[in-house]
């Protein structure tokens, strides 16, 4: 097996450029991806298709709950902690959780 070293515009030209996934993830969603794997030691083969099985991408933690008909009562926050909290500390469901931006955005890869 082949394997090729890639920077992040390279990966994030893969998905950009095929046009059944070059919607699936946001720019800087792709990138954030692409630096989670990048940490691996391990080689990592590029599969866009699994890859975007795998993760999905969320605008905000509101995006995530309304998506498992969730409320913030079922969650263990106090009323008047912020909903970002729900993605990193409260999911009910063993996940990767990649944020990034400032919106609360995240990749979430359940397991």
């Given at each position: 097996m082949l394997y090729k070293s890639l920077n992040a515009y390279e990966f994030v030209d893969y998905f950009l450029n095929?046009?059944?996934?070059?919607?699936?993830?946001?720019y800087d969603a792709l990138h954030a991806l692409f630096d989670h794997l990048d940490q691996?030691?391990?080689?990592?083969?590029?599969?866009?298709v699994g890859l975007c099985c795998e993760w999905t991408e969320y605008a905000n933690p509101e995006e995530y709950m309304e998506a498992y008909g969730l409320t913030k009562a079922d969650t263990d926050l106090a009323d008047?902690?912020?909903?970002d909290a729900v993605?990193?500390?409260?999911?009910?469901?063993?996940?990767?959780?990649?944020?990034?931006?400032?919106?609360?955005?995240?990749?979430?890869?359940?397991?």
């Open positions: 095929w046009e059944q996934r070059a919607s699936h993830f946001s691996s030691d391990e080689p990592v083969e590029l599969d866009v008047d902690e912020p909903l993605l990193w500390c409260h999911l009910d469901i063993p996940a990767t959780v990649i944020p990034f931006g400032d919106t609360g955005a995240a990749l979430v890869s359940e397991h």
